[in-house]
């Protein structure tokens, strides 16, 4: 039986790489030895290990992005109250403060939207009224 040869084609950067390379042995799919049979399980182990140690650095990885994002909002949650207050006060006069602050609940709600749709026009550049 004349050797087989196997070509494998990669490219790295755009540029073409390829390797040849002559199985002059090629092993019967009923007939495997015990040296065959012992790097076909130290390459499985191999796999195996190579996994695991990516899988672990993986989740590493992943928990980090996720308190990151969790601490994100955390601190929007934090500064949304005081960044309204703040935007409200800009546009409003006293007494809609006062009101905005100090009415019941339904006069406190009212001013409330009325005086965020009135800071979110002018912070679109809509003027002060």
Do not use: C
Request: no cysteine; proline share 5%.
């Amino acid at each position: 039986m004349p050797p087989k040869e196997e070509t494998t084609r990669i490219s790295i950067d755009e540029k073409p790489i390829a390797q040849v390379a002559e199985l002059s042995a090629v092993p019967e799919s009923n007939a495997i030895d015990g040296t065959m049979a012992e790097a076909v399980q130290q390459l499985t182990d191999a796999i195996m290990a190579f996994g695991k140690a990516l899988a672990e650095s993986l989740r590493l990885v992943v928990d980090a992005i996720v308190d990151t994002f969790k601490n994100i909002v955390d601190v929007f949650r934090n500064a949304w109250s005081e960044y309204k207050d703040e935007s409200i006060r800009s546009v409003a006069t006293p007494r809609q403060w006062h009101l905005y602050k100090h009415g019941r609940p339904r006069v406190r709600k009212k001013w409330r939207k009325q005086l965020l749709k009135k800071a979110i026009k002018v912070q679109r550049g809509g003027g002060k009224n």
